[in-house]
């Protein structure tokens, strides 16, 4: 059997214990025997509530195990509003926060992650938090309600939160089990690794109990000590000392993290929980025989002898019962007469009990044993418990700091966690295997940081100096391996192209250290763009001998390319190309390159392989442009022509043209309509690189008399171009029909990626692509580069990445007059003038890459390195202190949603202080922006709110939106629409948009709003309203289209107060009509809906094909089957079908109750099997009742007639069959003439529309749009 087998690996950990904020602390601690127990003093009782006649009583001991900072968290981090985070218990935090540092521990980013990892956890099975300070605020109870309480502070939503904030797939399961819980959920998740359940598993356990600096009552023969020490296994032991903590681990199947490259901390060899059954004094008492079997069955899973087990980290809770009975039971599942050779020692002594996060720090105290081969001592023990016969047992307190030595096997540990009532645990661990040391790398590294603010990312990089300070052996490979995989990308971010420890250090430092050619980059990621790359291929002139050198030498995807092709072209050529681009210094002084027939084959080669590699690395072009001889590797990787055929091609190309007699090319500072009418027979314009100026080519004599001429008249200077030829001129004309027969020899094809033509300075169109007469035309006029840059640098999300050497077309882009301000244009290879090494120059650029938000594929980057994951810091979280404190003051409660005049009430509004975002604080600057400003800050909880926030970065949703809005119309006196924060999502555009109402009647009728603005030379995309009339539905898929499509919503008419809905789906496929064509008068259009919204649009489509009107696109999202049987027949019915509910007998008891009574019943149904947002109040569900029932009646009374445009069908996977039936398409198949395309989409029948389901959806209709696009472009002006 394979020695790793059914082995699991602890590859990460993370936590917060008394005096330690994480692992490195609690080392420090344990191994220097530190007591971290805190000794309150009655200041610190009296502030935490604690009355004096309780804490003067003779037997009130005044310590705990406590943790800082309890009241801290990074809500902005993981997304809650303050709100949100103040009503969430601090064991729930913080699990959530050690969570995310485990994973960042072990190296791992949970967004990139192939496999499913699961969450195992434990929590303090009280909330002592919602006790002491929430439940005893009478206001916030009714205002935010019981379940929203219940899902921030019960045990069972402990795991599950984990796996919806990081987006876990793998189980989640809260385990409780008293003291043992987080050993048992070790256990539980050891298994499911086994049983392949997940690939990776969060294992941890929380327990924070208030007041947070709070002592307690000693009771004789209890388990708490009477003088706030643990003295585990001593004679003096009376118990144990109550702590706070939270401790998490990261497992994985150790093959898996052996060939995966982890850092394994420590091996879970066996594992085993058991209960005591009933064999014992009481329920509570603790069993020889059960603890004795649970070790005896992890040491036989574990396949070891007991004797190589040489340390136990006990439950040891030193109670005079408890003691004797573990040893007892150790004693027995050894079962060997060897004597004291195996250390014990309990973590207690130091920290305290800290309940159901016991197990896990007992877990993690003896894998750092083992990490460091130390074991640390266990505290105040000096004779041991009469009860304890140690002279006979294998056993021995460890009391000083150990080295941990032993007899040629490896070291071993064994952790036990009894839970009171009976349930045991315990694992059997080995020190980490040994592991193969990383293999060499490249000489430059590439290292990458990134954080959600902009002062989170400077913490990050001084943890990160400091960290490579105190670690100066590292391996600078793995220290940058790990930050790219296993860091998730934000959105501040910084990057460093560097070869040493210390030349990082410095550069971070801002030191710029003598040798290092590179400095460190910052920017941050406009997260409302989404960079496109475009390729730019450079064309003659722009070569040099080696470029690309040290690429070849070390980049095999490169050097393979450029050997392929090399070989391929040697009967071409006549020669090795390779001896011409990278000669031996003898050859160097002839430097055949510059010859013609060399050039342009070598510019191809050197091109081609550098966009492959690129490509190799997930740098995939959007879009591309060529120079003259780069439009050929343009339209290679476009699939016009093959890379043989291109190469043949290329070859023939330069051969011919160094056949004809040399001439001379000048450039000149003329636009093209300055320096046409100056022309002659013999000088031709050959390129216009700028709009500023022109290359004019012909024969030597002629050039030089054209450039003496306008010096001459005009004071004009030119530049002489060194070329052997005069490119692009009629001095080509000869080699033109031998040319055209080499290019009708190949197969062209239309172009699968989109580039600009030199030739028309426009996209390439596929008749021209494949027209061999092109490519004659290509190689004779004027090269009209400068037209094929301006649609390029005129949009800023184009990223503009020369591929080939040097910058030229760098240059020209950063010329370009209509050139977009920020937009970054980047170059590949050194300027043969840089003395810069050519692997940390490409590093830089890709550096700079994914400074502006660019995907790398990590993994492919190191396609050919075995590297390491090594523990480096971890995120710097920003926490702020979000707390209800235990008092009487009142505290108004934003959350709910239906009392808005709550907010006029005389009380006290706790505002936090304002996250920070992109956007620095602006303040208001009129009434009406203080008023916006006053009303968002009490409903968000967020003090000084500035007028460029946006609401949604804030922590608002559409449920908040929608009551805001109505708060707004309240206070204001003006008719917003339910959507104006879509729009409008700034107090500064509110504000704008409201001074404009006040002023002038709107421009576009209510039904339509503006979801996204977009590009007004692009289509807009109008979505029809679902069941319930409003559009927010659709923000998330207007903002994975792209900031460039324009989106419309159609909301219900309904909405503005005063008018009814109309029954016929007809009726109102006509009202929106109307009102779209307030935005676009004629057609193409482009319509769609989700659910109810798909019937309306479908039959808007009709109506327009009616009225002459072209529908380019139809795209329903999961609409009901036309025809199909509805069974709801009453009120009941109708609303058990909103909340998800079975049509089952069980209703006829609700039918007997009011209708208000009906709804709050069907109200926390839906709430709880989450079929409505928690904020949904009992307004809301009957305004939604009541639109339901009308369009309900709609679709009854619908019949489709037969549509003859396009359809893309989206249905969700997730399917219910009282709701959503399966394969919804089925009954509009018959409706639909032409086959329409069905895809699938993760997600309920509600969820498909968010993130990050709605990110497939947007990515299918945006492939239509394109082609859409491309076909209406007349159109598109003509509406406009």
Known sequence: MDDTEGHIAIIGMAGRFPGAKNVNELWDNLKNGVESITFLSDEELLSAGIEPTVFNQPNYVKAKGALDEVAGFDAAFFGLTPFDAEITDPQQRLFLECAWEALEHAGYDPKTYAGEIGVYGSVGGISTYFAKNLSVNPEMMETVG???MMLGNDKDFLCTRVAYKLNLSGPAVTVQTACSSSLVAVVMACQSLSHYQCDMALVGGAAISMPAKAGYLYQEGMILSPDGHCRAFDAKAKGTVPGNGVGMVVLKRLEDALAEGDCIHAVIKGSHINNDASAKMSYTAPSVEGQAKVIEEALAMASID??????????????SLGDPIEIAALTQAFNTERQNYCAIGSVKTNLGHLDSAAGIVNLIAAVLALKHQFIPPSLHFETPNPEIDFANSPFFVNTTLSEWQTDGFPRRAGVSAFGVGGTNAHVVLEESPLVAQSKKSRAWQLLVLSAKTDSALETATRQLVEHLKQHPDLNLADVAYTYQVGRQAFTHRRMLVCQTLEGAVTTLEGQRQSGEEFKALTARVDQKKTPSVVFMFSGQGSQYVNMGLELYQTESIFREQVDYCAEYLKPHLNLDLRTVLYPNSAQNENQPLNQTALSQPALFVIEYALAQLWMSWGIQPAAMIGHSIGEYVAACLAKVLTLYEALVLVAARGRL??????????????????????????????????????VISGPTEAVEQFAAQLLAEQGLECQLIYTSHAFHSAMMSPILPSFLEQVQKIQLHSPKVPYLSNVTGTWIKAEEATDPNYWVKHLRQTVRFADGLQPLVMDSKNILLEVGPGRTLSTFAKRHPDKVAGQVVLTSLRHPKDELSDNGFLLNTLGQLWLVGVVVLWAKFYGEEQRQRLPLPTYPFERQRYWIEVSKEKRITLKKLDDFESLQKEETVVLHSRQKLNDEYASPRNETEKKIAEIWQNFLGIAKIGIYDDFFE???????AVQLITKLRKTLSVELFSHSLLNTPTIATLAESIEQISSKSSALPFSLVEIQAGNKHKLPLFMVHPAGGHVYIYRDLAHCLGTEQPVYGLQATTLDGKTEHSARIEDRAIHFIEALRARQPEGPYLLGGHSFGSMVAFEMAQQLYRLGQKVALLVMIDPPQPGAPIYTVDDVDILALLVGMDNNASLAQIRQLSFDKQVAYFLEHGKTNNKLFTETTQVQLRQLFHLFKIDLEAILCYVPQTYTGKVIFFRANERDEFINPPYPERGWSKFIAKKMEVYEVPGNHFTMNYSPHVEFMADMIN???????????????KNY
Do not use: C, W
């Not at 000048?666 to 700028?690: G, H």
């Not at 804030?954 to 908040?960: A, E, Y």
């Open 146 to 148: 019981d379940y929203a």
């Open 306 to 319: 007991p004797e190589t087990v040489t340390y136990v980290e006990a439950h040891g809770t030193g109670t």
């Open 657 to 694: 043209m160094q056949s004809m007699p040399s001439g001379t090319m000048l450039a000149v500072p003329l636009t093209e309509a300055e320096i046409r009418p100056l022309l002659n027979d013999t000088i031709d314009l050959a390129t216009i690189n700028v709009p500023s100026q022109s």
């Open 954 to 960: 804030l922590g608002g949703d559409s449920l908040t």
């Open 1263 to 1277: 492939k239509y749009l394109i082609k859409v696009d491309n076909k209406n472009e007349s159109m598109i002006s």
